[in-house]
C-alpha cells in the first residue's frame, strides 16, 4: 500500500506573523479538537504538523508536514472537504495566496500544490499498514487479550496451540472481527520490486562506469578533506533558553510518541551542496531496500522521518515523528547512526568537526546534542493518529493478525502467543 510523505512550505506575510501564529496556538492547545483542521475526520493520516519559523535571513515559514495513505489527488480532496475554511484561514497569512474565499476549491488546491515539497530521503517505520489497518489491529489485539483473560480466569488454560485455536475460533464467529481474517499484503509484488530493481540498477551502472567514477571520487575525496580541514571550526552553542520553548511540545506524560523539526544551513559553496544530494539520495535508496524492515539504520523508534533540501538548496530541513523521549532519540542516533547522521548534517553550518565524512561528528555527543537543540524549531501543531502505538507495538499488532490463520508449527505458535 502506497504512503506519502510531503511538505508544504509557504512564506509567510510579514504583516501577519503574529496573527497566524495565534491560531496555530488555538489548534496546539487542542489538537484533536480544534476548529480548524478536524484531524481525526481524516482517515488517511498517520502524523501531521505545522510549524511556523521566522529566520533573520529568509523571513518567515509555514511548514505543513503531511504522511498519509494513498495518492495526493485523494488526500488533498479529503482534506478540502474537511478543513477548508481552517485552511482559507492559514493560508490568507500567507504571501500570494490567490482564494477569496474557502469555497474556491481550485485556487485554495492549486496553491497547495504549487507549495509541495517532496524529501529527498525518507523512512517509513511500519511500511504497508495504513492508518486505518493500524488503528483497527490496535483494537484487534486489545479484543484478543479480554477474551483471553476470561480464558485465564476460567482457567481452560491448555498448551499454546489450544489457545490459538480459541482465538480463532472467536474471530470467526463475531461478525465483528469478521475484516480480521482477510489480510491485504503490506506491499504489493510491484511496490516491493522496484526499489530493488532501483538498487541494481544503480550497482550496474556504477559498475559500468567505474572507469570515470574511480577518478571523480579521488577527486571528490580530496576535495573533501581540503574543505574539512579549512572550514572554520564550529561555534560554542548556548541552547538553555531555546530548550525551554522546546520542551513545551516534548515528552508529553498521556503520549509515547515525540515530534521533531529542524532547519539547517547548508554550508556555502557548491561542493557541500552535491555531497549533501548525493548523501541523502544514497539514504533514501537504502532505507527502501535495507532499511524496509521498520528501522533506520538500527534504530527503531521512528515511525516517519524525511528530509528536504528547501530554499534552493541552501537549506535543509528534517522532519520526524518517533518513539519516546528527545534524549533518548539522539542517544539512539548517535549510538547506532553516526555514521549516516554526520554524512548529512556535517554539509550544514555549525555541525561538529568532522573527518573524511563520516568519522568524529555526531560521536562528539555534547557538541551534536546542541547542534540538533540549536537546529530544532518549535513545534506549533502536531497531530498523531495512533498516540499509544510504537513502531514496534504497530509490527506486533501486525503479526499477530497476519499469523492468526497461517499454519504454524509448535514453536510458532507458542511465540504467537507471547506476543499478548
Known sequence: MKQTILTFITQVNPDRVSEL???????????????????????????SSLVLTDDDVYGAYLVFENNFDGELDQYLDDLYAHAAEGLHLI???????????????????????AHIVHPNAYHIGNVGRSAVRTQQEDALRDGFEDFLDEVVAQGDVGPASSIRKKVQTLVRSQPAFAWAANVEPRQTPLEYAVPRLKFAIAAVMALLLSPILI???????????????????????DVKEHIKELVKREDRTHIVQNHMCSITTVKPGLFRRATLCGVLWLINLLARTFFDKGELSGIPSIHFAHWSMIDNGRRLLFVSNFDGSWENYLDDFIDKAAFGLTAVWTNTSGFPKTSWLVGEGARDGSRFKAYARASMTYT?????????????????????????????????????VRRF
Open 21 to 47: 501564529r495565534t491560531l496555530l496556538d488555538v489548534m496546539g492547545s487542542n489538537v484533536e479538537q480544534n476548529p480548524y483542521i478536524p484531524y481525526l475526520d481524516l482517515k488517511l493520516l498517520h502524523f
Open 380 to 416: 506549533n501543531v502536531w497531530y498523531s493518529a495512533y498516540t499509544q502505538s510504537t513502531v514496534q507495538t504497530i509490527d506486533n499488532n501486525s503479526r499477530i493478525r497476519e499469523d492468526l490463520f497461517r499454519t504454524l508449527d509448535v514453536t510458532a505458535a507458542r511465540d504467537w
Open 91 to 113: 493560508y490568507s497569512c500567507c504571501l500570494d495566496y490567490p482564494a477569496g474565499s474557502a469555497t474556491e476549491k481550485t485556487q485554495l488546491l492549486s496553491y497547495l500544490r
Open 215 to 237: 577518478p571523480l571520487a579521488i577527486v571528490w575525496i580530496v576535495m573533501l578533506r581540503w574543505t574539512e580541514t579549512h572550514e572554520p571550526a564550529p561555534p560554542e552553542l
